[in-house]
């Protein structure tokens, strides 16, 4: 008898589906297609001399080698979680070490979280629209998705409020250069959505992955973790903030964060021993020595190539877009997020667009727990060269042009 794997599939596990948005991208790789769908970094930006310095290094030097090939702490390498500790502080958030678990990329940190405080029917706030990301972690704990609306401040406060009065107690939030929209929250609202969650009881999961591609330089505005004061008692605090690297130093090392209360973080510890035990212990070693050794110079090497990038679409769409499109104008990050006028489904004209015009693009949809936003698309500006960025946003303007006549 054969096996019935539909039938032994957990009811958490068939909530994850494959997205057919994701196999008509496929058709991004070609090289003729001018791909804005990719939210990944410039991998010409890697410090690949940097990396085969240090691997080769460590390497060489046996004890070492010996001791970045064992097993580690759950919590992650001590130096690691103190050089994250220390960074933090620059930026105004007093922590201490005990208050940081390395996890295997940020997106580790979203799944264990929401293990740990999402379950089936459980209110999660969410801004509209949302890092896919982070909700394909959450839905496998199957939550009631509440969606807040998002306005150029932030978070509309009267939808966030109604949601933590009606019994939210969890919201997933990204105040800097946020993955789709590219929109920063300004200091009056954090300080305002902060307020907020501490007249509830409320906790803030504050993703941070793009926080330190600022095009101001220096991260300008502070961070939630930074403006929760309570936090600075290592059993207390409002706010659990997710960091990574591989915005910052390379994808492949997987090395992320989670710095959040020390009763959160004693069960996250736990979890990790009953899943991965720990991070790489050699790749954490790599990206502590290459954080000591690139930081800040590389960060400002960063910023401004994709500041430039940055200006070459947001140009370019002044000049070729038809009246009725819209965009964001990030002041970091990797995206501009694009409204289409209502009677274009943003789905239908990526398959025009990669078959008529050679060009991709993510549609906003995907972005909305609640199936909106069909008429949006996330355009990223990370990987292709200027000229390119150019000729892309050219063929696309003439391609919307061509459909608002129709």
Known sequence: ???????????????????????????????????????VPDPDLFPVDTFSEIYGAMMQDGTQARRSLQYSVSEGLPALRQWIIDDLADQGAKRTIDNVLITNGAQQGLDILARLLLEEGRDLIVEKPSYLGAMQAFSTRLPNYVGVDAEEEGPVLSQLEDAFAKGARVAYVAPDFQNPTGRSWSVARRKAV?????????VLLEDAAYSKLS???????????????????????????????SKTLAPALRIGWVCAPRPVIDKLVLMMQAGNLHVSTVNQEAALRAAKMLFPEHLEKLRASYRTK???????LAETM?????????????FVWLTLPEHINARQLLEEALEDVHVAFVPGQAFFTDGSGKNTARLSF????VDR??????????????????
Not at 194 to 202: D, H, K, N, T, V
Not at 227 to 243: K, M, R, T, W
Not at 322 to 328: F, G
Request: hydrophobic fraction near 40%; avoid cysteine; proline fraction near 4%.
């Open 1 to 39: 008898m054969s096996v019935s794997w539909n039938d032994l599939i957990a009811r958490d596990a068939r909530v994850l589906v494959a997205s057919e948005i994701r196999d008509l991208l496929k058709l991004a790789e070609r090289p003729e297609v001018i791909s804005f769908a990719g939210g």
């Open 310 to 316: 940055r200006d070459v679409m947001l140009h370019t």
């Open 382 to 385: 990370s990987t292709e060269k």
């Open 194 to 202: 902060l307020e907020l969650a501490r007249r509830y009881g409320a």
């Open 215 to 245: 095009y101001n330089g220096a991260e300008s505005l502070p961070s939630l973790l930074s403006l929760d004061e309570q936090g600075s008692d290592p059993a207390s605090g409002n706010v659990i903030q997710l960091g990574t690297f």
């Open 322 to 334: 038809p009246d009725d499109v819209s965009w964001t104008k990030p002041e970091g990050g990797m």
């Open 389 to 406: 960025i150019r000729d892309g946003i050219t063929r696309l303007a003439d391609l919307i042009k061509r459909k608002d006549n129709q």
